[in-house]
Protein backbone atom coordinates (compact mmCIF):
# COMPACT_ATOMS: atom_id res chain seq x y z
CA UNK A 1 0.00 0.00 0.00
CA UNK A 2 2.98 2.17 0.42
CA UNK A 3 3.20 2.83 -3.43
CA UNK A 4 -0.25 4.75 -3.34
CA UNK A 5 0.91 6.68 -0.31
CA UNK A 6 -0.45 6.94 3.52
CA UNK A 7 -3.46 8.39 5.30
CA UNK A 8 -6.34 10.49 4.01
CA UNK A 9 -4.00 13.81 4.59
CA UNK A 10 -1.81 12.74 2.00
CA UNK A 11 -4.59 11.64 -0.37
CA UNK A 12 -6.23 15.34 -0.39
CA UNK A 13 -2.92 16.96 -1.13
CA UNK A 14 -2.30 15.18 -4.29
CA UNK A 15 -5.96 15.74 -5.46
CA UNK A 16 -6.28 18.71 -6.94
CA UNK A 17 -9.72 20.98 -5.99
CA UNK A 18 -11.58 21.58 -9.18
CA UNK A 19 -14.11 23.56 -7.02
CA UNK A 20 -11.73 26.19 -5.37
CA UNK A 21 -8.44 27.56 -5.62
CA UNK A 22 -6.81 29.50 -8.81
CA UNK A 23 -8.09 28.63 -12.16
CA UNK A 24 -4.93 28.31 -14.26
CA UNK A 25 -2.65 27.16 -11.64
CA UNK A 26 -5.19 24.02 -11.36
CA UNK A 27 -5.31 23.82 -15.15
CA UNK A 28 -1.67 23.80 -15.15
CA UNK A 29 -1.46 21.08 -12.08
CA UNK A 30 -3.36 18.72 -14.02
CA UNK A 31 -1.75 19.61 -17.44
CA UNK A 32 1.62 19.31 -16.47
CA UNK A 33 1.56 15.95 -15.12
CA UNK A 34 -0.91 14.78 -18.12
CA UNK A 35 2.08 16.07 -20.27
CA UNK A 36 4.69 14.02 -18.92
CA UNK A 37 1.95 10.75 -19.05
CA UNK A 38 1.14 11.72 -22.82
CA UNK A 39 4.70 12.56 -23.55
CA UNK A 40 6.05 8.99 -22.00
CA UNK A 41 2.95 7.34 -23.87
CA UNK A 42 4.39 8.86 -26.72
CA UNK A 43 7.42 7.04 -26.00
CA UNK A 44 5.90 3.39 -26.34
CA UNK A 45 5.70 3.89 -29.82
CA UNK A 46 8.80 6.57 -30.59
CA UNK A 47 11.15 4.64 -28.97
CA UNK A 48 10.50 1.84 -31.30
CA UNK A 49 10.76 3.91 -34.06
CA UNK A 50 14.20 5.30 -32.94
CA UNK A 51 15.46 2.22 -32.83
CA UNK A 52 14.17 0.23 -35.58
CA UNK A 53 14.85 3.53 -37.82
CA UNK A 54 18.88 3.05 -36.74
CA UNK A 55 18.85 -0.75 -37.50
CA UNK A 56 22.49 -1.22 -39.86
CA UNK A 57 21.17 -1.71 -43.33
CA UNK A 58 17.56 -1.92 -43.36
CA UNK A 59 16.39 0.61 -40.89
CA UNK A 60 14.47 2.79 -43.72
CA UNK A 61 12.82 0.09 -45.23
CA UNK A 62 11.88 -1.53 -41.52
CA UNK A 63 10.67 2.38 -40.68
CA UNK A 64 8.50 2.44 -44.09
CA UNK A 65 7.04 -1.19 -42.24
CA UNK A 66 6.36 0.47 -38.46
CA UNK A 67 4.68 3.30 -40.31
CA UNK A 68 2.44 1.09 -42.48
CA UNK A 69 1.09 -0.43 -38.97
CA UNK A 70 0.35 3.23 -37.30
CA UNK A 71 -3.17 2.96 -38.63
CA UNK A 72 -4.18 -0.06 -36.75
CA UNK A 73 -2.47 1.30 -33.71
CA UNK A 74 -4.42 4.16 -34.51
CA UNK A 75 -7.66 2.10 -34.47
CA UNK A 76 -6.83 0.62 -31.22
CA UNK A 77 -6.21 3.85 -29.66
CA UNK A 78 -9.62 5.46 -31.20
CA UNK A 79 -11.39 2.21 -29.68
CA UNK A 80 -9.94 3.22 -26.08
CA UNK A 81 -11.07 6.80 -26.49
CA UNK A 82 -14.59 6.40 -27.42
CA UNK A 83 -15.19 4.71 -23.96
CA UNK A 84 -12.42 6.18 -22.13
CA UNK A 85 -12.17 9.67 -23.07
CA UNK A 86 -16.02 9.35 -23.80
CA UNK A 87 -16.91 8.37 -20.10
CA UNK A 88 -14.92 10.94 -18.18
CA UNK A 89 -16.24 14.07 -18.63
CA UNK A 90 -19.54 12.39 -17.66
CA UNK A 91 -17.63 11.38 -14.21
CA UNK A 92 -16.78 15.19 -13.96
CA UNK A 93 -19.63 16.46 -14.58
CA UNK A 94 -22.04 13.84 -12.20
CA UNK A 95 -19.25 14.63 -9.60
CA UNK A 96 -19.89 18.19 -9.78
CA UNK A 97 -23.27 17.03 -9.09
CA UNK A 98 -22.45 15.15 -5.98
CA UNK A 99 -23.62 12.03 -7.77
CA UNK A 100 -20.84 9.53 -7.06
CA UNK A 101 -23.15 6.81 -7.65
CA UNK A 102 -23.66 8.19 -11.01
CA UNK A 103 -20.09 8.56 -11.22
CA UNK A 104 -19.02 5.32 -10.83
CA UNK A 105 -21.72 3.58 -13.02
CA UNK A 106 -19.84 5.52 -15.42
CA UNK A 107 -16.55 3.86 -14.83
CA UNK A 108 -17.95 0.58 -14.48
CA UNK A 109 -20.11 0.42 -18.41
CA UNK A 110 -16.58 1.96 -19.78
CA UNK A 111 -14.44 -0.40 -18.61
CA UNK A 112 -16.81 -3.57 -19.68
CA UNK A 113 -16.94 -2.27 -23.28
CA UNK A 114 -13.16 -1.55 -23.11
CA UNK A 115 -12.77 -5.51 -22.57
CA UNK A 116 -15.28 -6.70 -24.81
CA UNK A 117 -13.78 -4.28 -27.60
CA UNK A 118 -9.90 -5.36 -26.68
CA UNK A 119 -10.85 -9.24 -27.08
CA UNK A 120 -13.03 -8.44 -30.72
CA UNK A 121 -10.38 -5.83 -31.80
CA UNK A 122 -7.41 -8.68 -31.02
CA UNK A 123 -8.70 -11.47 -32.61
CA UNK A 124 -10.66 -9.52 -36.06
CA UNK A 125 -6.83 -7.39 -36.41
CA UNK A 126 -4.62 -11.31 -36.31
CA UNK A 127 -7.25 -12.65 -38.64
CA UNK A 128 -6.99 -10.10 -41.52
CA UNK A 129 -3.93 -8.59 -40.69
CA UNK A 130 -2.67 -9.41 -43.75
CA UNK A 131 -5.22 -8.35 -46.67
CA UNK A 132 -5.37 -5.13 -44.05
CA UNK A 133 -1.65 -3.95 -44.31
CA UNK A 134 -1.41 -4.45 -47.92
CA UNK A 135 -4.56 -1.87 -48.37
CA UNK A 136 -2.42 0.35 -45.85
CA UNK A 137 -0.22 0.26 -49.05
CA UNK A 138 2.53 -2.47 -47.80
CA UNK A 139 5.02 -3.69 -50.47
CA UNK A 140 6.39 -7.04 -50.67
CA UNK A 141 9.74 -5.22 -49.14
CA UNK A 142 7.55 -3.49 -46.59
CA UNK A 143 5.19 -6.55 -45.64
CA UNK A 144 7.21 -8.62 -43.90
CA UNK A 145 8.24 -5.78 -41.62
CA UNK A 146 4.69 -4.52 -40.93
CA UNK A 147 3.49 -8.22 -40.56
CA UNK A 148 6.12 -9.34 -37.83
CA UNK A 149 5.14 -6.02 -35.98
CA UNK A 150 1.64 -5.83 -35.66
CA UNK A 151 0.83 -9.84 -35.17
CA UNK A 152 2.80 -9.56 -32.19
CA UNK A 153 1.59 -5.27 -30.85
CA UNK A 154 -2.16 -6.96 -31.47
CA UNK A 155 -1.92 -9.41 -28.67
CA UNK A 156 -1.38 -6.81 -26.19
CA UNK A 157 -4.81 -5.00 -27.22
CA UNK A 158 -7.03 -5.30 -24.44
CA UNK A 159 -3.77 -4.28 -22.03
CA UNK A 160 -4.18 -0.83 -24.51
CA UNK A 161 -7.92 -0.69 -23.55
CA UNK A 162 -7.40 -0.94 -19.74
CA UNK A 163 -4.37 1.49 -19.83
CA UNK A 164 -5.34 4.40 -22.20
CA UNK A 165 -8.96 3.49 -21.26
CA UNK A 166 -9.05 4.03 -17.58
CA UNK A 167 -6.79 6.23 -17.16
CA UNK A 168 -9.18 9.71 -18.41
CA UNK A 169 -10.69 8.13 -14.53
CA UNK A 170 -7.93 8.82 -12.60
CA UNK A 171 -7.42 12.10 -13.88
CA UNK A 172 -11.01 13.22 -13.74
CA UNK A 173 -11.01 12.31 -10.19
CA UNK A 174 -8.25 14.88 -9.66
CA UNK A 175 -5.53 12.47 -9.57
CA UNK A 176 -3.26 13.51 -12.57
CA UNK A 177 0.26 12.54 -11.12
CA UNK A 178 -1.56 9.26 -10.58
CA UNK A 179 -2.63 9.07 -14.28
CA UNK A 180 1.20 9.99 -14.57
CA UNK A 181 2.74 7.46 -13.02
CA UNK A 182 0.90 5.02 -15.06
CA UNK A 183 2.46 5.70 -18.23
CA UNK A 184 5.93 5.94 -16.80
CA UNK A 185 6.33 2.53 -15.68
CA UNK A 186 5.12 1.34 -19.12
CA UNK A 187 7.33 3.88 -20.75
CA UNK A 188 10.47 2.95 -19.00
CA UNK A 189 9.88 -0.16 -19.19
CA UNK A 190 10.06 -0.18 -22.89
CA UNK A 191 12.70 2.11 -23.24
CA UNK A 192 14.94 -0.97 -21.33
CA UNK A 193 13.84 -3.14 -23.11
CA UNK A 194 13.59 -2.38 -26.54
CA UNK A 195 17.16 -2.69 -27.11
CA UNK A 196 17.45 -5.31 -25.52
CA UNK A 197 15.21 -7.43 -27.36
CA UNK A 198 15.64 -5.50 -30.73
CA UNK A 199 19.63 -5.42 -30.52
CA UNK A 200 20.78 -8.02 -27.74
CA UNK A 201 18.46 -10.68 -28.69
CA UNK A 202 18.34 -10.15 -32.22
CA UNK A 203 14.66 -10.26 -32.40
CA UNK A 204 14.88 -6.42 -34.97
CA UNK A 205 11.13 -5.52 -35.59
CA UNK A 206 9.24 -8.69 -33.76
CA UNK A 207 11.54 -7.27 -30.45
CA UNK A 208 10.07 -4.09 -30.47
CA UNK A 209 6.99 -5.19 -30.54
CA UNK A 210 7.76 -7.34 -27.49
CA UNK A 211 8.98 -5.27 -25.64
CA UNK A 212 5.81 -2.80 -26.08
CA UNK A 213 3.51 -5.74 -25.26
CA UNK A 214 5.59 -6.15 -22.10
CA UNK A 215 5.27 -2.48 -21.30
CA UNK A 216 1.51 -2.04 -22.03
CA UNK A 217 0.52 -4.64 -19.08
CA UNK A 218 2.84 -3.07 -16.88
CA UNK A 219 0.70 -0.19 -17.65
CA UNK A 220 -2.72 -1.84 -17.77
CA UNK A 221 -1.50 -3.61 -14.01
CA UNK A 222 -1.02 -0.26 -12.46
CA UNK A 223 -4.44 1.38 -13.35
CA UNK A 224 -5.77 -1.61 -11.88
CA UNK A 225 -4.13 -1.42 -9.00
CA UNK A 226 -4.97 2.21 -8.48
CA UNK A 227 -8.80 1.90 -9.08
CA UNK A 228 -9.74 -0.77 -7.07
CA UNK A 229 -7.76 0.84 -4.05
CA UNK A 230 -8.90 2.65 -1.40
CA UNK A 231 -6.89 5.67 -2.49
CA UNK A 232 -9.52 6.23 -5.52
CA UNK A 233 -12.31 8.70 -4.56
CA UNK A 234 -14.30 6.70 -7.40
CA UNK A 235 -13.25 3.09 -6.87
CA UNK A 236 -14.16 0.01 -9.71
CA UNK A 237 -16.10 -2.95 -8.81
CA UNK A 238 -18.01 -5.14 -10.56
CA UNK A 239 -19.66 -6.69 -7.89
CA UNK A 240 -23.58 -7.11 -8.83
CA UNK A 241 -22.74 -5.44 -11.95
CA UNK A 242 -24.91 -5.62 -15.32
CA UNK A 243 -24.39 -3.36 -18.15
CA UNK A 244 -26.34 -0.65 -18.26
CA UNK A 245 -26.82 0.10 -22.51
CA UNK A 246 -28.63 3.97 -21.88
CA UNK A 247 -25.68 4.86 -20.01
CA UNK A 248 -22.52 3.11 -22.44
CA UNK A 249 -25.15 4.65 -25.32
CA UNK A 250 -24.18 8.25 -23.18
CA UNK A 251 -20.52 6.96 -23.02
CA UNK A 252 -20.23 6.78 -26.52
CA UNK A 253 -22.12 9.71 -27.63
CA UNK A 254 -19.60 11.69 -25.96
CA UNK A 255 -16.74 9.75 -27.05
CA UNK A 256 -17.56 9.30 -30.74
CA UNK A 257 -15.89 12.68 -30.94
CA UNK A 258 -12.24 11.33 -29.91
CA UNK A 259 -13.42 8.39 -31.51
CA UNK A 260 -13.80 9.89 -35.41
CA UNK A 261 -10.18 11.98 -33.93
CA UNK A 262 -8.40 8.82 -34.33
CA UNK A 263 -10.59 6.68 -36.39
CA UNK A 264 -9.94 9.71 -39.46
CA UNK A 265 -6.35 10.00 -38.63
CA UNK A 266 -6.00 6.28 -38.93
CA UNK A 267 -8.35 7.12 -42.58
CA UNK A 268 -5.66 9.79 -43.27
CA UNK A 269 -2.38 7.60 -42.39
CA UNK A 270 -3.96 5.02 -45.36
CA UNK A 271 -4.58 7.79 -47.76
CA UNK A 272 -0.96 9.14 -47.15
CA UNK A 273 0.82 5.66 -47.33
CA UNK A 274 -0.91 5.09 -50.36
CA UNK A 275 -0.29 7.71 -52.35
CA UNK A 276 2.86 8.79 -51.47
CA UNK A 277 3.69 4.97 -52.65
CA UNK A 278 2.36 5.74 -55.97
CA UNK A 279 4.34 9.41 -56.30
CA UNK A 280 7.16 8.69 -54.13
CA UNK A 281 7.40 4.85 -53.26
CA UNK A 282 8.90 3.45 -50.15
CA UNK A 283 11.02 6.09 -48.84
CA UNK A 284 8.22 8.69 -48.92
CA UNK A 285 5.93 6.39 -46.84
CA UNK A 286 9.42 6.36 -44.59
CA UNK A 287 9.56 10.21 -45.00
CA UNK A 288 5.43 10.52 -43.68
CA UNK A 289 6.45 8.25 -40.81
CA UNK A 290 9.40 10.66 -39.69
CA UNK A 291 6.83 13.51 -40.06
CA UNK A 292 3.91 11.85 -38.27
CA UNK A 293 6.26 11.13 -35.39
CA UNK A 294 7.31 14.71 -35.15
CA UNK A 295 3.83 15.55 -35.15
CA UNK A 296 3.10 14.05 -32.53
CA UNK A 297 6.17 15.14 -30.39
CA UNK A 298 5.06 18.51 -31.64
CA UNK A 299 1.37 18.70 -30.79
CA UNK A 300 1.30 16.57 -27.53
CA UNK A 301 2.43 19.32 -25.17
CA UNK A 302 -1.10 21.75 -26.35
CA UNK A 303 -3.27 18.22 -26.32
CA UNK A 304 -2.57 17.89 -22.39
CA UNK A 305 -3.19 21.20 -22.30
CA UNK A 306 -6.93 21.30 -23.59
CA UNK A 307 -7.21 17.63 -21.94
CA UNK A 308 -6.10 19.35 -18.51
CA UNK A 309 -8.40 21.89 -19.19
CA UNK A 310 -11.16 19.35 -19.72
CA UNK A 311 -12.30 18.01 -16.43
CA UNK A 312 -12.06 21.18 -14.74
CA UNK A 313 -14.55 22.76 -17.75
CA UNK A 314 -16.69 19.72 -16.90
CA UNK A 315 -16.60 19.68 -13.33
CA UNK A 316 -17.14 23.67 -13.04
CA UNK A 317 -19.84 23.15 -15.73
CA UNK A 318 -21.65 21.09 -13.77
CA UNK A 319 -21.60 22.74 -10.25
CA UNK A 320 -22.67 25.84 -12.27
CA UNK A 321 -19.51 28.00 -11.63
CA UNK A 322 -19.49 29.69 -14.87
CA UNK A 323 -16.69 32.25 -14.77
CA UNK A 324 -14.57 29.70 -13.98
CA UNK A 325 -15.29 27.26 -16.37
CA UNK A 326 -15.21 30.08 -19.04
CA UNK A 327 -11.77 31.34 -17.70
CA UNK A 328 -10.41 27.99 -18.17
CA UNK A 329 -11.43 27.88 -21.68
CA UNK A 330 -9.53 30.84 -22.29
CA UNK A 331 -6.87 30.24 -20.12
CA UNK A 332 -6.28 27.11 -22.56
CA UNK A 333 -6.59 28.55 -25.56
CA UNK A 334 -4.12 31.67 -25.11
CA UNK A 335 -2.02 29.10 -23.53
CA UNK A 336 -1.76 27.06 -26.67
CA UNK A 337 -1.47 29.67 -29.57
CA UNK A 338 1.66 30.75 -28.04
CA UNK A 339 2.79 27.13 -27.50
CA UNK A 340 2.08 26.20 -31.46
CA UNK A 341 3.63 29.27 -32.66
CA UNK A 342 7.15 28.82 -30.97
CA UNK A 343 6.89 24.92 -31.90
CA UNK A 344 6.01 26.23 -35.60
CA UNK A 345 9.02 28.23 -35.72
CA UNK A 346 11.34 25.94 -34.18
CA UNK A 347 10.82 23.53 -36.48
CA UNK A 348 11.22 25.75 -39.47
CA UNK A 349 14.18 26.64 -38.57
CA UNK A 350 15.72 23.14 -37.41
CA UNK A 351 13.81 21.04 -39.23
CA UNK A 352 17.17 18.51 -39.67
CA UNK A 353 17.72 17.84 -36.26
CA UNK A 354 14.15 16.64 -35.89
CA UNK A 355 14.25 14.22 -38.64
CA UNK A 356 17.53 13.07 -37.46
CA UNK A 357 16.22 11.78 -34.12
CA UNK A 358 15.07 8.66 -36.22
CA UNK A 359 17.03 8.30 -39.07
CA UNK A 360 20.08 9.34 -40.43
CA UNK A 361 20.10 8.25 -44.28
CA UNK A 362 21.28 11.23 -46.63
CA UNK A 363 18.44 9.95 -49.11
CA UNK A 364 15.71 10.00 -46.67
CA UNK A 365 16.71 13.35 -45.10
CA UNK A 366 16.86 15.18 -48.53
CA UNK A 367 13.25 14.05 -48.78
CA UNK A 368 12.13 14.95 -45.46
CA UNK A 369 13.11 18.39 -45.50
CA UNK A 370 10.76 19.89 -47.82
CA UNK A 371 8.01 17.73 -46.84
CA UNK A 372 8.16 19.11 -43.39
CA UNK A 373 8.19 22.40 -44.51
CA UNK A 374 5.19 22.06 -45.98
CA UNK A 375 3.13 19.50 -43.78
CA UNK A 376 3.90 22.24 -40.51
CA UNK A 377 3.15 25.07 -42.25
CA UNK A 378 0.44 27.41 -40.17
CA UNK A 379 0.80 24.58 -37.32
CA UNK A 380 -0.61 27.31 -35.14
CA UNK A 381 -4.05 26.63 -36.19
CA UNK A 382 -3.71 23.45 -34.25
CA UNK A 383 -4.67 25.45 -31.21
CA UNK A 384 -7.86 26.91 -32.63
CA UNK A 385 -9.16 22.88 -33.36
CA UNK A 386 -8.03 21.45 -30.01
CA UNK A 387 -9.42 24.27 -27.77
CA UNK A 388 -12.86 23.97 -29.49
CA UNK A 389 -12.70 20.45 -29.52
CA UNK A 390 -11.70 19.86 -25.96
CA UNK A 391 -14.46 22.68 -25.06
CA UNK A 392 -17.53 20.39 -27.12
CA UNK A 393 -16.34 17.43 -25.24
CA UNK A 394 -16.54 18.77 -22.27
CA UNK A 395 -19.72 20.66 -21.77
CA UNK A 396 -21.05 17.00 -23.55
CA UNK A 397 -21.70 18.67 -26.93
CA UNK A 398 -21.21 15.68 -28.78
CA UNK A 399 -22.72 15.94 -31.82
CA UNK A 400 -20.70 19.41 -32.31
CA UNK A 401 -17.40 17.46 -31.67
CA UNK A 402 -17.98 14.83 -33.56
CA UNK A 403 -18.64 16.81 -36.74
CA UNK A 404 -15.36 18.86 -36.39
CA UNK A 405 -13.80 15.76 -36.04
CA UNK A 406 -15.10 14.66 -39.63
CA UNK A 407 -14.68 18.11 -41.10
CA UNK A 408 -11.31 18.12 -40.76
CA UNK A 409 -10.21 14.93 -41.43
CA UNK A 410 -12.50 12.99 -43.21
CA UNK A 411 -14.12 15.95 -45.34
CA UNK A 412 -11.07 17.86 -46.12
CA UNK A 413 -7.85 16.42 -45.55
CA UNK A 414 -8.26 12.61 -47.07
CA UNK A 415 -9.88 14.31 -50.42
CA UNK A 416 -6.91 16.41 -50.62
CA UNK A 417 -4.32 13.84 -49.94
CA UNK A 418 -5.94 11.84 -53.06
CA UNK A 419 -6.62 14.56 -55.23
CA UNK A 420 -3.69 17.28 -54.88
CA UNK A 421 -1.05 15.18 -56.22
CA UNK A 422 -2.84 14.82 -59.43
CA UNK A 423 -2.93 18.54 -59.64
CA UNK A 424 -0.37 20.82 -61.65
CA UNK A 425 2.20 18.02 -61.17
CA UNK A 426 2.63 18.59 -56.95
CA UNK A 427 3.30 15.06 -56.81
CA UNK A 428 4.46 14.17 -53.30
CA UNK A 429 4.24 17.82 -52.28
CA UNK A 430 0.41 17.43 -52.21
CA UNK A 431 0.14 15.00 -49.69
CA UNK A 432 1.85 17.30 -47.11
CA UNK A 433 0.07 20.09 -48.43
CA UNK A 434 -3.25 18.76 -47.37
CA UNK A 435 -2.46 18.95 -43.67
CA UNK A 436 -1.64 22.83 -43.26
CA UNK A 437 -4.63 23.35 -45.35
CA UNK A 438 -7.14 21.24 -43.09
CA UNK A 439 -5.36 23.15 -40.20
CA UNK A 440 -6.29 26.44 -41.18
CA UNK A 441 -10.03 25.47 -42.59
CA UNK A 442 -11.11 23.12 -39.66
CA UNK A 443 -9.37 24.44 -36.96
CA UNK A 444 -10.93 28.38 -37.24
CA UNK A 445 -14.34 26.73 -38.31
CA UNK A 446 -14.27 24.99 -35.26
CA UNK A 447 -13.21 27.97 -32.69
CA UNK A 448 -15.70 30.16 -34.15
CA UNK A 449 -18.41 27.55 -33.34
CA UNK A 450 -17.45 27.07 -29.87
CA UNK A 451 -17.33 30.63 -29.43
CA UNK A 452 -20.59 31.41 -31.15
CA UNK A 453 -22.57 28.79 -29.39
CA UNK A 454 -21.18 27.97 -25.70
CA UNK A 455 -20.10 31.27 -24.69
CA UNK A 456 -23.49 32.84 -25.12
CA UNK A 457 -25.10 29.25 -23.42
CA UNK A 458 -22.55 30.18 -20.23
CA UNK A 459 -23.92 34.07 -20.06
CA UNK A 460 -27.61 32.51 -20.07
CA UNK A 461 -26.45 30.10 -17.07
CA UNK A 462 -25.18 32.84 -15.14
CA UNK A 463 -28.20 34.95 -15.18
CA UNK A 464 -30.74 32.10 -14.72
CA UNK A 465 -29.31 29.96 -11.35
CA UNK A 466 -32.02 27.68 -11.81
CA UNK A 467 -31.52 26.39 -14.90
CA UNK A 468 -29.90 22.57 -15.63
CA UNK A 469 -26.13 22.53 -16.40
CA UNK A 470 -26.63 19.56 -18.42
CA UNK A 471 -27.44 21.01 -21.95
CA UNK A 472 -26.57 19.10 -24.82
CA UNK A 473 -26.85 19.75 -28.93
Same mark, same amino acid.
Given at each position: ?????????????????????????????????????????????????????????????? /??? *??????? =?? +???? $??? #?? %?? !??????????????????????????????????????????????????????????????????????????????????????????????? /??? *??????? =?? +???? $??? #?? %?? !??????????????????????????????????????????????????????????????????????????????????????????????????????????????????????????????????????????????????????????????????????????????????????????????????????????????????????????????????????????????????????????????????????????????
Amino acid at each position: MALWGSGEKQNQARQVDFSSGNVRRNVLAVAAPMLVAQVLNLLYNIVDRIYIGKIPGEGTLA /LAG *LGLCFPA =IT +LVTA $FAN #LF %GV !GGSPLCSIARGRQDQEGARKIMANAYFMLLVTGVLLTGAGILFHRPILYLFGASQDTYPYAGSYLTIYLLGTVFVMTSLGLNPYINSQGFARVGM /LTV *LLGAVAN =IL +LDPI $FIY #LL %GM !GVQGAAVATVISQALSAAWVLRFLTSSRAELRLDFKGFWPDFACIRRIAALGASSFVMSFTDSLVQVACNSTLRVFGGDIYVSVMTVINSVRQIAQTPVMALSDGASPIISYNYGARRVPRARLAIRFMTQLGFLYTLVSWGLISLFPAFFIRIFNHEPALLEAAVPSLHIYFFGFVMMAFQFAGQSVFKSLNKAKKAVFFSLLRKAVIVVPLTLILPRVGGLGVRGVFLAEPISNLIGGLACYITMRRTVYPELAEMEKEPGRSALKTD
